[in-house]
DNA sequence: AGTGATGGTCAAGATTAGTGACCAATTGGA
DNA sequence: TCCAATTGGTCACTAATCTTGACCATCACT
């Protein structure tokens, strides 16, 4: 049997991880689009997803999306532009800046995390919803898990 | 709580999925680097990763790593320079070309091929046998999954 | 032969990622 | 109080990556 197919059939961890996180995005966005949201890309993702509704640190969003601080500086840049977010000062740190959204940021952030809701809740339907739990409680440790290497 | 915390300690999909998939190219890439082929980026696993031993096509593979033709030519181009790939004629069609890997892409194929299969057996090991084959089983199910909005 | 579809490349653009240097404010000691 | 090391953030620049549209050769089918 051709490599291929059998890459086809028993996808190894990180095909499985690249086509759903994809998958995920694509939907996401789309329908974000749809309900108000169209101009937003993928890429803001990284400033919307992790985003505390009394505002968060760059550096702190940084850390938890994983990008660089130039990278959360230009979303941030263009988070302003469109309205979604405004830089404030932080009272505890006058270095720092807070990143605060603004109302249409709420309602971005409140319909994306009804949005992946929904996402999950399809799929939980589609597999059952024990087995979708069950599936999520592992890729948590999975996600988790330093590289194996560590081990 | 704030939603930053609550997205740490129940990540949705979206977020498992990119941890997962960013954490496990750079194990794989870091491992190959040190096995050598310390030239391959993540982005020339669109083709080594779905390439047959036999040689595959240009579109069978933007099709399977769901890339443009065009992202597959120059990743093409970069791996011929590299040495790990050739282009052929393809003997059933005179407008298509073969990509064909050298001895060297058959070395890093199975490299990576065994690289990947020890991060998995890593990760079945600590969270169990068992629960690591079901969640592998799920995880097809949903990635596999036309979107939700399908339904 | 003739038409539409397919395999592949060329060219140009927008988007995204990664670097090093830099400044201002904070922290923790001497 | 003052200094050095750290931290939060921005600027400027370069490389890498993705996306589009146009284009040619070949194929499949009439």
Redesign the interface.
């Known amino acids: 049997m ?3 197919m059998r ?2 059939e ?19 966005f ?2 974000l689009a749809e309900e108000g949201h169209p101009r937003l890309r993928p890429r803001h ?1 990284a400033v919307l ?6 505002g ?1 640190r760059a550096t ?1 969003l940084a850390a ?1 999306s ?1 990008q660089h601080k130039q990278v959360i500086g230009t979303l941030v840049d263009e988070l302003v532009e469109l309205g979604y977010v405004e830089r404030q000062p932080d009272p505890a740190d006058r270095r720092a800046k807070l990143i605060v959204p603004t109302r249409k940021g709420l309602d971005q ?1 409140a319909k994306a995390d009804a949005i ?8 939980a ?3 059952g919803e024990e ?2 739990a ?3 409680r ?8 330093p ?3 560590a ?1």
């Open positions: 051709r490599r291929s890459k086809q028993t996808p190894d961890l990180g095909i499985l991880a690249s086509r759903t996180l994809f998958r995920v995005q694509k939907e996401l789309t329908r993702g997803a992790y985003l505390d509704e009394e968060s702190d938890q994983g952030m992946m809701a929904a996402i999950e809740a399809a799929h339907h589609a597999v087995a979708y069950e599936f999520k592992v890729f948590a440790l999975v996600a988790r898990r590289s194996a290497e081990q």
